[in-house]
């Protein structure tokens, strides 16, 4: 008898695994002729579009339709609200040979430190461009800005005042200095940036031979206390112990003996009419009594 071996064949199925996706399995973008796509009633922002007369597709921003495909030849730049751009392009084909970081360049200027920092455009402590008073660039100006501390705008003095006696040998009086500080930024600099700014501080650090900046020990009073002219114009209290109006906060007082030791006072302000740009004193008269400011070391600051 002749015997049959039958074979077992196993097969597995596995499922048939395709190297690209199928016609169906693809995402299809809606398509339109230029004029179809710009006649769209509000497209929402994000909308993809694939235009069948340039055979590119689009995204639509807050107000046109961006071209997003490209040939390979290009390099593209999303340009947002905190970049200037420069070179080739339009605002239906952005594409740009260069890209300046904001606020960098006077042309980018921001409006003052705290809109650059808001805006998300910079986060660096560093020189900025600003135009605080809008419009166009042409008079924008660099400043300094403190970021990390939350966009305060540095308002430098350009000399200090002098330690020394500045009336000469002559009886104690109420007297202001004869000239106001000068800053390095001009008045309608100054005015622009507190124009567009909420916020104001300063400290005034002030040294002193023999002259009482705020308490005096000797008379246990505070009849010879300082006052201040601010930039802004106004005037505040001297020759008492409180600035009404005005938020001063004496935080060291070293200055209240009438002697010739050196010592100093600070005033810590909190006011938007800062800088300070003129004191007024009492104790002022004999040749040994003598005060000054290193101002350049104590800059206001506006935001």
Known sequence: MKTIRNSLIIIFCIGTIHAAPLSDELVVLHSATTT?????????????????????????????????????????????????????????????????????????AGTTCKQILDAGCATQDGMYWINPNGGTTVD??????????????????????????????????????????????TNTQINDIRLASTEGKQRYHGTCRGVIHHYYNGGNNHSYAFGFRYHQGHETAHNQQTYPSTNILVSNDGCQANDGTLRS???????????????????????????GSPLTNYPAWLR
């Open 36 to 108: 179809e796509m710009n006649a769209i009633s509000t497209p929402t922002q994000g909308s993809l579009i694939f235009n069948t007369d340039d055979k590119e597709i689009y995204e639509r921003n807050t107000t046109a339709w961006n071209r997003i495909s490209s040939d390979g030849s290009e390099t593209k730049i999303m340009a947002g609200s905190c970049m200037d751009i420069t070179g080739v392009g339009t605002a239906g084909d952005p594409y740009i040979i260069n890209a300046t970081l904001p606020a960098k360049t006077q042309s980018t």
């Open 140 to 185: 924008a100006f660099q400043v300094y800005c403190d970021m990390g501390g939350g966009g305060w705008t540095r308002l430098d003095y350009a000399t200090d005042l002098q330690d020394t006696n500045h009336f000469g040998n002559v009886s104690d009086g109420n007297r202001w200095l004869p000239n106001n500080f000068v800053l390095n930024l």
């Open 265 to 291: 006072t600070d005033f810590d302000i909190l006011d938007i009419r800062v800088p300070i740009i003129n004191v007024h004193t009492r104790d002022n008269g004999a040749s040994s009594e003598k005060f």
